[in-house]
């Protein structure tokens, strides 16, 4: 239990950071006890990695100050933050896979010039620490033949080393197995009891309720809410952290839905590592009918995005098969995005500056993007480039896109636009299985609705939406069906009737419905 | 075989082998920290230009070694502001430096010696000379050995072993020292030195710096030991075969070395082997020998002897933030 | 393949190669000046030996075609998002490619079968040497410039071996091939304007100048106009994008720089068809260097590029006669100063963009103030 200290170990006050157009952190105010275990949680994008930079040096905030142990400081970059007993395990490690783990620990701090001299102090100040600590990695090991969880408590190694007192985790059990995430909890309050102060980034609501002392939950760059974690619940920081009162009401469906009885996509068994090994689908099964919009709510995270592109053909599963369209596939021979287009099954990608636009491109060549092999576009191999300007101006029409210029570069456009371009082209292919992700993220408020009413229009003449959001207000305002994903795998199936704010909740902490 | 072609030919290698040894040695400084390096040929050039025209002006070795150094240290500095110290091209740039180098050298020449880029040959005072040649013609008449040794081993002069002493020095730097160990850091993952609290920009350009010194040694070898003058173009390609056998070793001191002997040791073959009838495969064309370096490398490159890794982060400029 | 500079696109396109120009030309005048010679008498000379003249204009345009090949060959490599250093090799395998089919029937077919057979067989051979880098770098990762430049000197002793052992003209001491029939040689400007009733001063000007404007209209129509020049871009530009759309990105590297390779061939076109009308050891002389330099300036478009060739044409033939009017200049100063070019065209535009950036908000702030 954190103790009474006079000082906090830190307080940021007033940080107010911006990139470009983009409002990274809004005038936060953040304070962190000393010897505490303090959850910072929020949606990707919420802004705690950007308090966190500005904490560990890697920007300057456009305003705001630092204390740290009630010393106004200035840090400038990470030397200063480490001399300020700062720090931090990034999600992504910070290791090099070549030199061995006594290296990568020195590195920076090595007490001689002549290597074999500086590694015996070093080593015997590690293993003190190892003991003191109970994390323990093999020290002349290669970083390249260490597991993701020795790797991790690798960094901490290194940080408690360069002598951090305020650790920063960031997203730490995201590469970690359900074991492994127990054994980090047990170092973290040991930590704590020797009186380091431990700053968790996080979205997993569960952990910070078994770990923390104290919670802040950030929303689109604000602090929203700081509490003690007795007053705290799964609901009401998974609320805080998604935004408005979840709204049940929904306008009445123009038409019926007809659903069909046999499905027109039919997933088994997806399993899928990521590059570092991580499990990220254990598992997934699911169907679509046409004329439905299936939802999957869930902590994004949890391997939605892994999902669609397993579903849209840009990754291959391990094991699994999937029958869409009346064409099945196995994981040996699975789809492609080539054919997945000529069937008729079409993606909205949830990253659109990176996949779904080329940004160097003019917006009517980004609007044929994937369909440039169409007849209305090209024949004989050459492009029409009159019809393709044509068929940008219709889209831009149809879909409110500003401005209306098909010849201005796709960088030039405001996300918002870029997504209905994206969307105006996708949905013009008149495909019959529609896989979206977060269909309305950066897009201001006047768009949403029309965005929304499209792929319910989608639906209404038999399309088949599968929607990928972590909104969960979005999920419960377009779905016919929800779907929760918890930790790559389906946690419980809900008719839209059934859905209340408990359950859902319920699903997305892990638990069963 | 007879003992003294087999004498000479080791020699000759080892001659031939030296500006190779040390522009490699620069070349895997420059690329363990991640700049790659095209511009080795052109450094090694302007360097051999500088000692050539400081040892014409001077009469002295020492300035002209200098000079030579000087020279290579400043354009890798140039490197280092278009890469380092901005995210320019790396390639790019390395190629800007091989032109310039090419053209500037003659134009240099030409204004300063008025002999077609040509410098006036320095004497045998300002030139490096083989020492211990007493030391020679005693070893030689040995059984065996002696005149393998004594011509291979023992009769080159000091810049020779001043490049091949270079070899482990390099090692223990890069290997044994703090400095060594930051900047393989660097080449392999700058946001990890970086928060470290190190200076990413600051340990590139001491790589340059350590590079620049040895392509200036490099070509102050060419106009003080090999020829006696400098020539437009004389570098001929040596700097690209560095680089090839800096890939070929593996970006590791000890197996670039290997490499540039093999190289020398090819070259050395090629000039005698002209005309040289094989048993069973015919005349050699000197040209297959002379291919050889280039055509081993591109093998060693596509993966099919063993795979060469380069540094994980050669050729991408660092940029701060996420 | 490299950053956004903080400049408007217009200032990106327009303004910045003008500067970077601007900027290789002070440095390189400078160094005029430290050697003792007048840069503006240089400058004078250069002109009016570059166009002053029929036969110098011939003598430009003659450069500016082989340059305009290498150009587009780099050019195209770019916008498959690679660098493609090779061109030298690319287009010595080109010439060579041309020449033997010229040896071996020449003499037997007439030239409008010869020369198109010509340049069908040197674009193979150059867009081999290029494709064999570009699958290596597609399909095995082997990084392709390095590739490219062993290449380079593959080619330069490939040749030397052919010429000193095998195509060499019997009893002959040059290192050149024996001579094509005349059906293998193309027609020279001065004979084509000649048909035209004009008389034109003899030079090695001839009518691959119509086959590189040709090739900068295929170009770009290939590049813009075409579904597989579409996807190049989109590959070059965007291979997560690329990937997305179901595009292949390896196999359209591997066409980047076959396209690459057949372009640079071309080369040897307009000198071993088009000037020489034999095989000789030294034809390419560093036409795939300046391609480079002509790309960056060009900004790998090929009206640009058609642009930066005749300046850079300009400046070799100025040069020479720069050369013979003014005592003390070489050729080499021209080198010197394409190697300005690139270097801050190429790499240092990074370098130049900021103060320019900063320069123009300057006079947009107080335009914006004024107005």
């Known amino acids: 239990m954190a103790g009474v200290f006079p000082v906090p170990a830190l307080q940021m006050v007033g940080i107010h950071k911006r990139f470009g157009d983009v409002l990274a952190s809004v005038d936060v105010n953040f304070t962190v006890q000393q010897a505490s275990l303090h959850g910072l949680i929020g949606e990707n994008g919420a802004g705690k990695s950007t308090l966190m930079s500005v904490l560990y040096g890697f920007y300057p905030a456009d305003r705001g100050r630092i204390e740290v142990f009630g010393k106004p400081v200035q840090i400038r970059n990470a030397d200063e933050a480490i001399a300020c007993g700062i720090g931090m395990v990034h999600q992504h490690f910070m290791l090099v896979e070549t030199l061995s783990a006594l290296e990568n620990v020195m590195l920076g701090a090595e007490p001689h010039w002549h290597l074999p ?195 849209s053909g840009l990754a291959a599963p391990e094991s699994g098969s999937m029958q869409v369209l009346g064409r099945q596939f196995a994981s040996a021979a699975w789809l492609d995005p080539f054919t997945a287009r000529t069937i008729g099954l079409a993606h909205v990608p949830e990253d659109r500056q990176a996949r779904a636009l080329v940004m160097d491109f003019e917006a009517w060549e980004s609007a044929v993007l994937g369909y440039e092999h169409l007849p209305q576009y090209c024949r004989a191999g050459w492009m029409r480039a009159g019809a393709m300007h044509q068929a940008t101006a219709e889209m831009m029409e149809r879909f409110d896109v500003r401005p209306r210029e098909a010849a201005l570069g796709s960088r030039k456009f405001s996300g918002g636009n870029q997504q209905k371009l994206v969307l105006a082209r996708e949905l013009g292919q008149a495909p019959r299985v529609l896989l979206v992700g977060q269909p309305t993220r950066g897009v201001d408020i006047g768009a949403i609705e029309f965005i929304y009413s499209q792929l319910r229009a989608m639906r209404d003449h038999g399309c088949a939406v599968l929607l990928v959001s972590s909104e969960l207000d979005e999920i419960l305002a377009l779905s016919d069906r929800v779907l929760v994903m918890v930790q790559g795998r389906i946690s419980g199936a809900l008719d839209i009737a059934d859905c209340s704010e408990e359950r859902l909740g319920l699903l997305m902490a892990g638990a069963s419905a | ?286 040209q297959a020998i002379q291919a050889l370096p280039y055509l081993m490398t591109v093998v060693l490159l596509a993966g099919f002897v063993g795979r060469a890794v380069a540094p994980a982060a050669l050729g991408k400029p660092y940029l701060k933030g996420r | ?171 002959n001491v040059a290192i050149e091939s024996a001579a094509f029939a005349p059906s293998a040689h193309l027609m020279s400007a001065r004979e084509l304007l000649a048909g035209l009733g004009v008389d034109w001063p003899g030079s090695p000007l001839n009518a691959s100048l119509l086959l590189a404007l040709l090739a900068c209209v295929a170009v770009y129509f290939f590049l813009w106009h075409s579904r597989s020049g579409y996807r190049l871009r989109a590959v070059g530009s965007s291979p997560a994008a690329a990937a997305y759309a179901g595009i292949r990105p390896r196999r359209h590297i591997v066409l980047a720089m076959a396209i690459s390779g057949a372009l640079a061939s071309m080369v040897g076109m307009n000198e071993v068809a088009g000037v020489s009308g034999k095989l000789v050891l030294e034809f390419v002389s560093g036409a795939g260097f300046t391609g480079i330099a002509v790309a960056l300036m060009g900004r790998n478009h090929p009206v640009g590029v058609v642009l930066a060739s005749v300046l850079f044409g300009a400046l070799f033939q100025g040069g020479a006669e720069v050369a013979f009017d003014v005592p003390g200049f070489s050729r080499d100063m021209v080198v010197m100063l394409q190697g300005f070019v690139v270097l801050f065209s190429g790499a240092m535009s990074y370098v130049m963009a900021r103060p320019l950036a900063a320069v123009l908000r300057a006079l947009h702030w107080r335009g914006a103030k004024h107005g």
């Open chain 1, 117 to 311: 001299s500086a590694s015996a102090p070093v080593r015997e100040r590690l293993e003190a620490l190892m003991q003191s600590t109970g994390l323990y990695v093999a020290l002349d090991a290669t970083v390249a033949d260490l597991a993701v969880g020795e790797r991790q408590r690798l960094e901490i190694l290194k940080a408690l080393f360069r002598g951090a007192r305020i650790l920063i985790l960031d997203e730490p059990t995201a590469v970690l197995a359900p074991q492994e995430a127990q054994q980090l909890f047990a170092v973290l309050r040991q930590l704590r009891a020797q009186g380091t102060t431990v700053i968790l980034i996080t979205h997993k609501l569960k952990e910070v309720l078994a770990l923390c002392d104290q919670v802040t939950v950030m929303r689109a760059g604000r602090v929203v809410d700081d509490m003690p974690i007795a007053r705290a619940s799964v609901e009401g920081l998974a609320q805080a952290m998604v935004g408005r009162k979840v709204q049940l009401d929904r306008p009445p469906a123009v038409v019926t839905p007809q659903r069909e009885a046999t499905p027109v996509l039919l997933a088994q068994g997806l399993h899928l590592r990521d590059a570092s090994g991580v499990q990220r689908l254990a598992g997934v099964g699911l169907q679509l009918r046409a004329g439905e919009i299936v939802g999957i709510a869930g902590v994004s995270g949890n391997g939605q995005s892994e999902l669609l592109d397993v579903l």
């Open chain 2, 1 to 286: 075989m007879d003992e003294t072609l087999i004498a000479s030919v080791l020699a000759s290698a080892v001659r031939l082998a030296t500006p190779l040894v040390l522009c490699a040695l620069a070349g895997l400084f420059s690329e363990r920290s991640g700049v790659v390096d095209i511009g080795l040929e052109g450094k090694m050039l302007f360097a051999a230009f500088a000692a050539g025209a400081a040892g014409a002006f001077t009469g002295s070795t020492t300035l002209a070694l200098l000079a030579a150094m000087v020279v290579g240290v400043m354009l890798s500095a140039l490197h280092g502001l278009a890469c380092v110290s901005h995210p320019g091209d790396q390639v790019v740039s390395g190629v800007a430096l091989n032109i310039i180098a090419a053209g500037l050298t003659v134009v240099l020449g030409i204004a300063w010696f008025a002999q077609g880029g040509q410098t006036p040959p320095l004497s045998v005072d300002v030139r490096v000379q083989a020492h211990w040649q007493w030391l020679v013609q005693a070893v030689q008449p040995l059984p065996w050995l002696g005149p393998v040794i004594a011509q291979a081993l023992l009769g080159h002069n000091l810049l020779v072993y001043c490049a091949y002493a270079l070899v482990p020095l390099a090692w223990y730097v890069l290997y044994r020292t703090r400095f060594g160990l930051r900047l393989r850091a660097v080449g392999e993952n700058p946001h990890m030195v970086d928060a470290a609290g190190l200076s990413v920009q600051r340990l590139r350009y001491m790589a340059l710096a350590i590079n620049g010194l040895l392509c200036g040694l490099a070509g102050s070898y060419l106009v003080l030991a090999q020829s006696a003058n400098f020539s437009p173009h004389m570098t001929a390609g040596r700097g690209f075969m560095a680089l090839a056998a800096l890939i070929f070793g593996r970006w590791k001191p000890w197996g670039a070395l290997g490499a540039c002997l093999l190289f020398g040791l090819l070259d050395a073959i090629a000039m005698r082997l002209q005309g040289v009838d094989i048993p069973g495969l015919g005349a050699v064309p000197v």
């Open chain 3, 1 to 171: 393949m490299s950053q956004p500079t903080a400049l408007p696109r217009w200032a990106d396109i327009g303004l910045l190669p003008i500067v970077c120009l601007a900027v290789a030309l002070l440095v390189a005048g400078i160094v005029v000046a430290l050697v003792g010679q007048s840069p503006w008498q240089v400058l004078a000379a250069l002109v009016q030996g570059a166009f002053g003249t029929p036969r110098g204009l011939s003598y430009t345009l003659y450069y500016a075609t082989s340059f305009i090949f290498t150009g587009l060959a780099v050019a195209v490599a770019f916008h498959g998002g690679l660098f493609n250093i090779g061109g030298e090799g690319q287009a010595t395998l080109g010439g060579l490619g041309a020449a033997l089919v010229a040896l071996w029937l020449s003499p037997v077919l007439p030239g409008w079968v010869m020369l198109p057979l010509m340049l069908l067989c040197g674009a193979l051979f150059g867009m081999l040497w290029a494709a064999i880098p570009g699958y290596l770098q597609a399909y095995r990762g082997s990084h392709v410039v390095i590739t490219t430049i062993m290449f380079n000197f593959l080619a330069s002793t490939l040749l030397v071996y052919l010429l000193v052992n095998q195509l060499r003209a019997p009893g």
